[in-house]
C-alpha cells in the first residue's frame, strides 16, 4: 500500500476512514451517539446556516418593512400627550383619632385592591360624561375632539349598511327566506337602537374621551399618572387637570353620601343585635341551671392535665422498655460480652484467676505430662472457674430480663392508665359542648353590639368631615413636542415584523427544500462514511475544473481530493481499492470531476492511473482533456481490437484514460459482456495500480448497476444544495436491491452554508489565488463537469 502523504486529515474523513465494509450497523449507532451528544449544537448551527443561506432576503425584508412603518407614520396626524400625578392614599388625614388600630392593619393587608378600585374609577363612564358636560366637549366637537373620536368614527363607517338600516318588520303569517333571516339579523346588529342623532353624537364624544385617556400606576408606590392624547397640546393639558380636580370632587362626593347610609344601617343593626343579646343570657342560664353546671372547666383543665402527664410518662418508659429490651437482646446474642457482664465485678475476678492458672498450666505443661497430679489439679480449677463464671453470666443475663420485663409491665400499665384518662377527657368534653357554644354565642353578640354602638358614634361625629385621600402630585404641563406617532419605534417595530416574516419565509423555503444541505446528514440520514468535502470553484469559462487539481496544486479544491484520497486509502485494509467507480443520482453532480480529480491525485503518488470513461450515453471526459474520441470503450467492447489500441495518454504523468468512443445503439448489452472484465485484467496487466472508472447515474439507467456488479467499490456523488434527498434514497435502494452498498459519499459543489470552512488557504497559504486573478466567476453551468 502507498504511503499517505503527512498533511492534517478532515476529522469528517477521518471519522469514515475508522468504518470497516460491513458498517452499516456501526453507521447506525455513530448516528445515534452524535445525535444526543451534539443534538443542541446541531439546532444553533443549523438556524446560522439558514441565516446566511438567506441573509439578502432578511437584509432586505426588514429594511423595506421598516421604511413601510416610517411612511405610515409620517403620514398619521401628530397627537400630543399630557399626564397629570395623583396620589391615592389608603385613608384621608385624620381630624379624630378613630379607628388608628383598624386603619393600621388595612395598611399592612392591603392587596392593592382600593387603589384598583381607583383606576377604574378614573375609567368610568360617569366620570368621562361630567368631564364632556363641565368642559362643553360636545358642543365643541366638530373643532376640537375630531382627533379624539377618530377610532369611533372609522368603527361607525365601518358598518356596512350605516345607521340608516333598520330591522326588516315581517306581516304575521308570512315567514322570511332563511337568507332574508340572515341579512335582517346583520343590519340589526350594525343599527343603534336609538335614532336620536344627539344621543348618538354624544355617545360618540364618550366614547372618544374614553379612548383618549389612559391611566396607569406607578410600580410599587401609590401614584397613579392620568394621560390625556389629543391633537391640540393645550386643549390635553386643559382636560387632563379638570379630569383630576373633578374626580377629586365625585370621591368627596361619594363619601358624604356612605356616611348617612352608614349610620342609618348601623342604627337598625343595633336594635336587631340587642334583641339577640337579651335573648343569649337568658337561653344560657336556664342551661346551665337545668344541668347544674359549676365547676364544669376546672374538672376539664384537671383531666386534661393528667391526660398530658401520662402521655409524657408513657414516652419516658417507652424508651426505658427499648433501651432494656436492647440490652437483654444483646445478653442473649454474646452473654460474655454484654455491658452488665463486663461491668460484673465477680466475673472479672474469675476471669483473672482463670488466666493466672492457664498461664501456669502453659508454663508446666512443658515439664509435666497432662496426667500429672499437679498439672490435673490445675486443669481442674481451670474448669472450675469456666464453670462459676457462665453461672455468674447467668444471673447478670437473668438480671437483664427481670429489668426488661418490668420495664414492659410499667410500659403496659401507663398505656391502660393513658386509655381511661382519655376516656375521661372525652366525657367531661361531650358535657361541656352545649355550654360553650351558648357562651361563644352570648360573647359574639356582645362584642357585636358593643362595636355597633362604638361605631355609631364615630359616624355621628366624622359624618361632616370633608377629608380626602386623593391629592394632585404634578399638575399637567402643555406639551412642547408630539407624543405619537413615534417615528424610531414604529420603524423598530417594522423592521422587527419584516425580520420575522423574512425569517418565517426562509425557514419555510429550508424545510421546503429537499436537497442536501449540510454534510452531517450524510452520515445521520444515510448511514454512509463521508469520503470528503469539495468546495465551488470559480474558473474562467471553457476550463475544466477538474484540472485544478493538476494545475494549481496548492489551491483548496486540490487539497480537498487528497483529503479524500487520503480516505480511500484507510477505506480497506489493504489500502485503496484497486478498482472504483464514481456515480451519483443524476447529471451535473460532477461525478466525471471527482473521477477525474481523483485519476490525477493518485497519478501524484506515482501510480499508474487509468481513467475509464463508462458513460458511453453522455461522455465528458474527451471535452475536459480537450481529446478525440473517435475510439475508444465502445470501440473495443464491440471490437476485436486489443485495449491498448484505444488508451491514451492524458497529458499528465502516470495518468492514461480510455476514452467513452463512438456511443452505442444499447450501452448496457456491451458492459454485460465479458470483455469489460479482460479489460480490467489486461488493465493490470499494463501495470495499471489503479483504475478509475467514469460510469453513468443510477437513476433512470442500469449502466451504473452492471457495472457495480463488477467492481463492487462504488464512490457516490452528491451535490450540495442540488441533489434531492429523494433521488439519493432511490439510488441507495436501487443500489441495496443489486447487493451493492457505496463505499462512502463525496459531497461537491460546497460553499460556506454547507459545511465547515477548513480554513486550507489560510493554513497552506492558499489565498494568493484570488489576489493574482485566477479565479474569476463563470455561469453555474461551467463550474463542473457533470
Not at 337598625?268 to 346551665?288: F, G, P, W
Amino acid at each position: 500500500m502507498s504511503t499517505p502523504e503527512p498533511f492534517a486529515v478532515d476529522p469528517l474523513v477521518s471519522r469514515g476512514l475508522s468504518l470497516p465494509p460491513a458498517r452499516s450497523l456501526q453507521a447506525s449507532v455513530l448516528r445515534d451517539e452524535a445525535e444526543e451528544l451534539d443534538s443542541d449544537a446541531l439546532d444553533l448551527k443549523a438556524l446560522f446556516r439558514v441565516v446566511l443561506k438567506y441573509k439578502w432576503m432578511l437584509i432586505s425584508l426588514t429594511l423595506l418593512c421598516g421604511l413601510i412603518a416610517t411612511i405610515q407614520s409620517l403620514r398619521a396626524t401628530p397627537m400630543y400627550r399630557s399626564s397629570v400625578t395623583l396620589q391615592i392614599d389608603r385613608s384621608a388625614q385624620r381630624v379624630v383619632d378613630f379607628n388608628r388600630d383598624v386603619d393600621a392593619e388595612l395598611q399592612m393587608y392591603d392587596d392593592g385592591s382600593q387603589l384598583q378600585t381607583h383606576i377604574e374609577l378614573l375609567k368610568s363612564r360617569s366620570l368621562a360624561e361630567r368631564m364632556v358636560d363641565e368642559m362643553g366637549l360636545d358642543k365643541t366637537r366638530p373643532a376640537v375632539i375630531s382627533p379624539m373620536e377618530a377610532s369611533a368614527q372609522e368603527a361607525a363607517a365601518s358598518a356596512p349598511f350605516g345607521q340608516a338600516s333598520a330591522p326588516v318588520l315581517t306581516p304575521v303569517g308570512d315567514e322570511p327566506g332563511f337568507v332574508d333571516l340572515l341579512l335582517s339579523n346583520y343590519r340589526q346588529l350594525a343599527t343603534p337602537s336609538v335614532k336620536d342623532a344627539q344621543v348618538l353624537g354624544r355617545e360618540d364624544v364618550v366614547g372618544a374621551f374614553m379612548v383618549s385617556v389612559k391611566v396607569e400606576p406607578v410600580r410599587n408606590t401609590r401614584l397613579v399618572n392620568v394621560s390625556v392624547v389629543n391633537s391640540n397640546a393645550e386643549l390635553a393639558a386643559r382636560i387632563a387637570n379638570s379630569m383630576a380636580k373633578t374626580f377629586i370632587a365625585m370621591n368627596l362626593e361619594r363619601k358624604m353620601g356612605s356616611s348617612v347610609y352608614a349610620k342609618t344601617f348601623l342604627e337598625d343593626q343595633i336594635r336587631i343585635t340587642k334583641a339577640r343579646l337579651e335573648e343569649s343570657e337568658r337561653v344560657i342560664n336556664d342551661y346551665a341551671k337545668r344541668n347544674s353546671i359549676l365547676v364544669l372547666d376546672e374538672k376539664t383543665n384537671v383531666a386534661s392535665q393528667n391526660f398530658a402527664d401520662f402521655s409524657a410518662g408513657l414516652s419516658r418508659v417507652e424508651q426505658e422498655r427499648i433501651k432494656a429490651e436492647s440490652l437483654y437482646k444483646e445478653a442473649l446474642r454474646s452473654p460474655e460480652s454484654a455491658p452488665q457482664v463486663l461491668e460484673s465485678k465477680a466475673v472479672q475476678a474469675y476471669k483473672e484467676q482463670k488466666a493466672k492458672l492457664e498461664a501456669e498450666y502453659a508454663t508446666n505443661v512443658s515439664v509435666y505430662k497432662p496426667e500429672y497430679p499437679k498439672m490435673v489439679q490445675l486443669k481442674t480449677q481451670i474448669n472450675e472457674l469456666d464453670a462459676r463464671i457462665k453461672a455468674e453470666i447467668a444471673v447478670v443475663t437473668a438480671s437483664v430480663k427481670g429489668q426488661f420485663e418490668a420495664a414492659k409491665r410499667q410500659e403496659e400499665q401507663f398505656r391502660s392508665r393513658l386509655g381511661e384518662t382519655r376516656s375521661e377527657v372525652l366525657a367531661v368534653q361531650d358535657r361541656s359542648v352545649d355550654l360553650n357554644l351558648l357562651k361563644r354565642e352570648l360573647d359574639t353578640n356582645r362584642q357585636v353590639y358593643d362595636s355597633l354602638l362604638q361605631r355609631l358614634k364615630q359616624v355621628s361625629v366624622t359624618g361632616g368631615l370633608t377629608s380626602n385621600n386623593i391629592s394632585v402630585v404634578d399638575e399637567a404641563i402643555t406639551p412642547l413636542f408630539p407624543y405619537s406617532p413615534q417615528l424610531a419605534r414604529n420603524a423598530a417595530i417594522g423592521m422587527g415584523v419584516g425580520l420575522l416574516l423574512a425569517l418565517g419565509l426562509a425557514f419555510l423555503r429550508e424545510n421546503l427544500d429537499d436537497s442536501v444541505r449540510h454534510y452531517d446528514e450524510i452520515e445521520s440520514q444515510y448511514g454512509l462514511p463521508l469520503l470528503g468535502l469539495i468546495p465551488v470553484v470559480k474558473k474562467k469559462t471553457g476550463e475544466a475544473v477538474a484540472l485544478v487539481a493538476h494545475q494549481e496544486p496548492r489551491s483548496a479544491f486540490a487539497e480537498a481530493y487528497r483529503s479524500m484520497r487520503t480516505a480511500l486509502q484507510f477505506s480497506t485494509t489493504e489500502g485503496a481499492p484497486e478498482r472504483l467507480m464514481v456515480t451519483s443520482c443524476g447529471q451535473s453532480e460532477a461525478k466525471s470531476t471527482t473521477a477525474l480529480a481523483l485519476g490525477i491525485n493518485f497519478a501524484q503518488l506515482g501510480k499508474q492511473v487509468l481513467l475509464i470513461d463508462a458513460d458511453m450515453r453522455n461522455p465528458s471526459l474527451h471535452k475536459t482533456l480537450k481529446m478525440s474520441n473517435e475510439g475508444g470503450l465502445s470501440n473495443f467492447l464491440s471490437g476485436d481490437q486489443p485495449c491498448e489500441m484505444y488508451i491514451q495518454p492524458s497529458g499528465i504523468a502516470n495518468l492514461s484514460v480510455l476514452l467513452s468512443g463512438p456511443n452505442p445503439p444499447d450501452p448496457v448489452e456491451l458492459l454485460m459482456g465479458p470483455k469489460f472484465m479482460l479489460l480490467l485484467d489486461r488493465a493490470r496487466e499494463l501495470g495499471y495500480s489503479q483504475v478509475i472508472i467514469d460510469t453513468p447515474p443510477v437513476l433512470g439507467i442500469a449502466d451504473a448497476i452492471v457495472l457495480g456488479n463488477q467492481i463492487q467499490h462504488v464512490v457516490f456523488a452528491v451535490k450540495a444544495g442540488s441533489t434531492r434527498k429523494s433521488s439519493i434514497k432511490n439510488s441507495l435502494r436501487r443500489l441495496a436491491h443489486a447487493g451493492l452498498a457505496p463505499m462512502g459519499v463525496v459531497m461537491t459543489h460546497v460553499s460556506g452554508e454547507h459545511g465547515h470552512d477548513y480554513g486550507y488557504e489560510s493554513y497552506y497559504g492558499y489565498g494568493d489565488v484570488k489576489q493574482k486573478g485566477q479565479q474569476q466567476p463563470v455561469p453555474a453551468a461551467a463550474e463542473q463537469t457533470a
